[in-house]
């Protein structure tokens, strides 16, 4: 009798919902998770062998061998194994490309690891003596046997980064390993060194500065057992560590943890998976929980933590409301709030302003008729920036010079509308001459080190009034401002985005925590047309905790996440109609099931980005099952079925409905 044959299963870097199969060439054993090289078309490709099975649907005359085995054991741990089959089924991407996405670029391309790292050991700063509120916490975590989740919700400032250090020290006297991921932003040289300080272990850290041989390695020496410690940004929750006994999760609600293009994954999400499978604890650690995180502890599935005091002695921000209505502006800032400035820079202190916009202005307007300056490839407005002389997209990043007339009517009367933070440093320089003001966004922090090299300057006092973006609202420490203002609060306010609410909460009290670190204590200003509005009161006189929790109520009210689960289907063609098209078509395969909302097609809320016109089909249900059970039906059909030239993606539980 033959013996049956012996078929490979392998996923493969290709865009296709499904594995191949292939011979092997001799009998030599090779094990699940080891990569291989085989031919596919005319190319040869680097896949992971995820299956060894007796049969297969290809004829037997069309099933090609492999042409090498590239690894002795598997590159993945059982856990990561098993976490990117998780991953692939849940996001509903192709296998091999969730594996792709998991490996360093060396191990894609099929080169063989090796790492010649010796490790020295060094001297190490001594612990601290946690307070009242952080040895409990500690212990908690300390305690936990097997797969828990912990919310560790802490102010800024509480001490929450001495709690994970002392938990990972527990786990360094065991010999065993601990995952730590991060915002891109805060994988600071500071962060990574309050680390390295404490510990004499080996400890890979993965950001974006590090070259592939670089990253290659640090992977391998987690691999191995080597590293000890991983700090990473998004994806080094996929990095394989085979004694995995603690993840923690810094600053969970950022959005950096969600993956908006491809593979759309959330790390955060993927971390818990992960602890589930490994059977181990993980922090979920932030000052400003999601309320994702937040429903989860309601409904018992995380244990809460609470840090209440600012560890380091420092005392906590007062919130001050200023209310711009009737108000006379300069390029936007109140009378009241440059008194203010002028009150904390007299003192010596220095002063921090927050303004989501870059650029000059966010318009440039003909003041003879009104026409104003567009984007040809998006339905969006160029951003003047003054000082390169330019109109920027900020959506395709198309420059044009700034135009001396009107395109429409030939007036040389250009009038820039409203206010970005190049703008705003000018008022300022301008306001006030004795001061430095420098400004801190993307625009001014290009190149590498450009933004340490600005920090640096911050903390040796070389600037006093810092004007910035998003960039200054999250992870460093600026002991040395006292006054911190949100200059427009109304846009988040007033958006129709259901996150915004969340989002300036978070916002507000983040930058909060830049402030007053030390033991001068800060002021934060907010101005706003709305100075009544319920939750921003709530926000400042009851703290984030009480405004979540009246905010998630307005959520459960709305039937909106986390109180339902959401998929968005995004479609789009160089043909105005056809993403409408298709998802209309799309739509009518679906057969619809109780429980599931199905909303659209409608164009996307800018529908033209980059010469594509784009659509939506939005999916929402009460249970995450029913969801999922109708989209893993939906998705094989949608993959035969195709409109010319329309692209479409999944997003399973989407940050952005944009
Ligand atoms: P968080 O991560 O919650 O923002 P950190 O861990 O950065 O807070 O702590 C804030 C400051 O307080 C840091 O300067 C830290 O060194 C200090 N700190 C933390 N815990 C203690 C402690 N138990 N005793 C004294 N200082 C502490
Ligand atoms: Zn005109
Ligand atoms: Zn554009």
């Not at 996923?11 to 292939?22: E, G, I």
């Not at 203010?340 to 318009?363: A, C, E, I, W």
């Not at 319920?534 to 959520?555: C, M, S, T, V, W």
Request: glycine share 6%; with cysteine.
């Amino acid at each position: 009798m033959m013996n049956p044959p012996i078929i490979l299963r392998i996923a493969l870097p290709v865009p296709l919902r499904k594995v191949f199969d292939y011979l092997p060439i001799n009998a030599a054993p090779i094990t699940i998770g080891a990569r291989v090289l085989v031919p596919f078309g005319n190319r040869r490709l680097v896949g992971i062998l995820i299956e060894i099975a007796d049969h297969s649907n290809v004829p037997a005359n069309k099933l090609k061998s492999i042409l090498n085995v590239l690894d002795k054991t598997s590159i993945f741990t059982e856990h990561t194994l098993s976490l990117c089959q998780w991953a692939s089924q849940y996001y509903h991407h192709p296998i091999g490309e969730v594996f792709a996405a998991a490996m360093p670029a060396l191990l894609r391309q099929g080169k063989t690891l090796t790492s010649n790292d010796e490790f020295l050991p060094k001297n190490i700063t001594p612990k601290l003596t946690l307070n009242s509120e952080q040895q409990p916490a500690l212990d908690k975590i300390n305690q936990a046997q097997g797969f828990c989740p912990f919310l560790l919700e802490g102010i800024t400032g509480s001490g929450k980064t001495e709690v994970y250090l002392q938990a990972i020290d527990k786990l360094m006297q065991q010999e065993q390993q601990a995952l730590v991921l991060v915002p891109e932003i805060s994988l600071t040289p500071q962060t990574v060194s309050r680390f390295t300080a404490r510990f004499n272990v080996p400890i890979a850290v993965l950001h974006s500065n590090l070259n592939d041989k670089e990253r290659a390695e640090a992977w391998y020496q987690a691999q191995q057992g080597i590293a000890r410690i991983v700090i990473g940004t998004r994806s080094a929750v996929f990095t394989p560590m085979p004694r995995l006994k603690l993840i923690i999760v810094d600053e969970e609600h950022d959005s950096s943890f969600k993956q908006q293009d491809g593979f759309r994954y959330s790390a955060r999400d993927l971390a818990l998976k992960r602890a589930q499978l490994e059977q181990c604890p993980i922090v979920l650690g932030t000052a400003t929980p999601s309320f994702e995180s937040l429903h989860n502890m309601q409904l018992g599935r995380y244990q809460h933590i609470m840090l209440n005091i600012r560890a380091g002695g420092a005392q906590l921000p007062t919130f001050d409301i200023i209310d711009i209505r009737k108000q006379k502006l300069k390029q936007g800032l109140s009378f009241s709030l440059l008194q203010k400035m002028q009150y904390h820079l007299d003192k010596g202190q220095q002063v921090l302003l927050f303004l989501n916009r870059r650029g000059f202005s966010p318009t440039l307007i003909c003041h003879d008729c009104g026409w104003v300056a567009e984007c040809t490839q998006c339905d969006a407005r160029l951003t003047y920036h003054k000082k390169k002389n330019i109109l920027h997209c900020h959506h395709c990043e198309q420059q044009t010079r700034v135009p001396t007339q009107c395109l429409s009517c030939g007036s040389t009367d250009l009038l820039p509308l409203g206010q970005g933070t190049q703008r705003i440093e000018a008022l300022l320089q301008e306001h006030f001459p004795q001061y430095k003001t420098v400004r801190i966004d993307r625009d001014s922090t290009r190149g590498k080190n450009k933004l340490h090299q600005l920090l640096d300057e911050v903390q040796n006092d070389q600037h006093q009034i810092l004007v910035g973006t998003q960039m200054l609202a999250k992870g460093h420490h600026f002991p040395r401002v006292t006054l911190v203002a949100i200059l427009d609060a109304d846009q988040g306010l007033l958006s129709a985005d259901f996150r915004a609410l969340e989002r300036l909460g978070q916002l507000i009290m983040q930058v909060a925590g830049r402030a007053g670190r030390a033991s001068l204590p800060g002021t934060v200003a907010i101005q706003t047309h709305h100075p009544q509005h319920p939750l921003l009161l709530q926000l400042i006189n009851q703290g984030y905790h009480a405004f979540a929790k009246d905010a998630l109520n307005e959520r459960a009210i709305a039937g909106l996440p986390p109180y339902c689960f959401m998929a968005l289907v995004r479609a789009e063609s160089m043909v105005e109609n056809d993403p409408i098209i298709f998802l209309q078509q799309a739509r009518e395969l679906i057969t619809e099931r109780e429980g599931v909302m199905i909303l659209g097609p409608i164009p996307a809320p800018m529908q033209r980005k980059q010469g594509h016109y784009r659509a939506h089909l939005l999916l929402q249900a009460k249970s995450r099952t029913s969801l999922q059970q109708l989209i893993a039906q939906w998705v094989t059909q949608l993959d035969s079925f195709a409109l010319k030239g329309v692209r479409w993606s999944l997003d399973i539980d989407p940050h952005s409905l944009g």
